[in-house]
């Protein structure tokens, strides 16, 4: 059964960082384009960072110029460092393919709060 494990989620004041990661087990992802999701409380699951097999990344205007992913295909895993948080940044944050036909279980995500 394929299952994507995400943790470094916490409490964070604004102004700082945090860095998420993202391992699946029962499938390589290595050839799929990942993205990194969120939702926060009363909205929809957005698409924030996205990256292809290559290492192409594209971000949510959101988040450009704070937010960074990355992947290790050896290593199956995808990371997000999230600089210069915001309160509005405060979410659960998923990860999971970006093409429809691929997504796996979204699983429990992790909680990121940006909070003074």
């Known amino acids: 059964q394929v299952q994507l494990v995400v943790s470094g989620g916490g409490l964070v004041q604004p102004g700082g960082s945090l860095r998420l990661s993202c391992a699946a087990s029962?499938?390589?992802?290595?050839?799929?384009?990942m993205g990194w999701y969120r939702q926060a409380p009363g909205k929809e699951r957005e698409l924030v960072a996205a990256?292809?097999?290559?290492?192409?990344?594209n971000y949510a205007d959101s988040v450009k110029g704070r937010f960074t992913i990355s992947r290790d295909n050896a290593k199956n895993t995808v990371y997000l460092q999230m600089n210069s948080l915001k309160p509005e940044d405060t979410a659960v944050y998923y990860c999971?393919?970006?093409?429809?036909?691929?997504?796996?279980?979204w699983g429990q995500g992790t909680q990121v709060t940006v909070s003074s």
């Open positions: 990256i292809t097999s290559r290492g192409n990344t």
């Open positions: 999971n393919a970006v093409a429809s036909g691929l997504k796996m279980d």
């Open positions: 029962g499938r390589t992802f290595s050839s799929y384009a």
